[in-house]
């Protein structure tokens, strides 16, 4: 009986390929399958680290992941040691690998993994925020009234929150994170980190939006500040109305952001709702 081959995550550099943990060449080098979510760029980071992939290399990435898992899960299956690359960073974080992990898992296969680069940990260690508390958020909805909703959501959170965002929409999550925030929530943007260009812009996230109105290029991260202990909406009720117009305004349904207000003031949403539907009455 075959036994079950092992299935390896590799890190790859997000920006100089000194970077690369010393293993990685050793895993491409010696692959039954190297699963890649872009082969050209594996063959490039192939070559600047000097060495051969041994194995076999596929495609791996959004528009296959789900159709090429049952593939990957039979060669593991049969034995095989298959080595998972995504462009940067760790496979699984905000990119391809979450579905063969699953898969591997559930069939009783190893899964290891290559340590190394992070965008995450990198832009929250040299953001100058807290770091004995984080959550990292991933990409935000690219529909401005999904991107309200998701924030008003973390209005309260109190950790330091980590997000993923394209260059061309950093000015508008900026801005939508200046509403459901406010304009004075420390923040950092981080750009092309650990690459020629690398830049990290620290400010209150209403001064970094107004920065990046005229757009930003290369890959960002941004770091944001947690809520501060004590509630982050007043519960007076002009606050609260407040509150709730700025929710609205930002493309929020007003039953959407009475409940958003209601849970960053820690009050049941009827008494929102009341306060705020005192003047229609």
């Known amino acids: 009986m075959t036994s079950p081959g092992v299935l390896v995550l590799a890190a790859t550099p997000i920006g100089r390929v000194t970077d690369a943990p010393p ?78 992990v699953a898969a591997a898992v559930e069939a009783d296969i190893r899964v290891t993994a290559v340590p190394g680069p992070s965008a995450v940990l990198t832009a929250l260690a040299v953001s100058g925020l807290p770091v004995d508390r984080f959550c990292f958020e991933g990409f935000l909805p690219r529909k401005g009234g999904e991107r309200s909703r998701r924030l008003a959501e973390l209005a309260a959170e109190p950790r330091t929150m980590v997000f993923f965002e394209a260059p061309h929409r950093t000015g508008a999550a900026l801005s939508a994170m200046a509403g459901a925030f406010g304009d004075d929530r420390p923040a950092a943007v981080c750009r092309e980190l650990t690459k020629t260009y690398e830049e990290v812009r620290r400010g209150a996230v209403g001064e970094l939006a107004e920065w990046a109105s005229d757009g930003v290029r290369g890959e960002v991260t941004i770091v944001v500040a947690g809520a501060a202990p004590h509630s982050a909406v007043d519960t007076d009720a002009a606050s609260l109305r407040t509150a709730v117009d700025a929710l609205v305004d930002d493309g929020l349904t007003r039953k959407d952001a009475i409940a958003a207000v209601a849970k960053q003031a820690g009050l049941p949403k009827r008494e929102v709702y009341q306060v705020v539907h005192v003047d229609e009455d």
């Open 23 to 100: 293993r990685l060449a050793e895993e491409l080098a010696g692959a039954d399958v190297v699963a890649a979510e872009d082969t050209r760029r594996l063959r490039r980071l192939a070559a600047d680290l000097g060495i051969e992939v041994g194995g076999r290399i596929v495609s791996y990435f959004e528009g296959n992941e789900s159709a090429r898992t049952p593939q990957l899960l039979e060669a593991l299956e049969n034995g095989e040691r298959v080595v998972l690359v995504t462009d940067a960073g760790m496979p699984s974080v905000s990119d391809p690998g979450y579905r063969l």
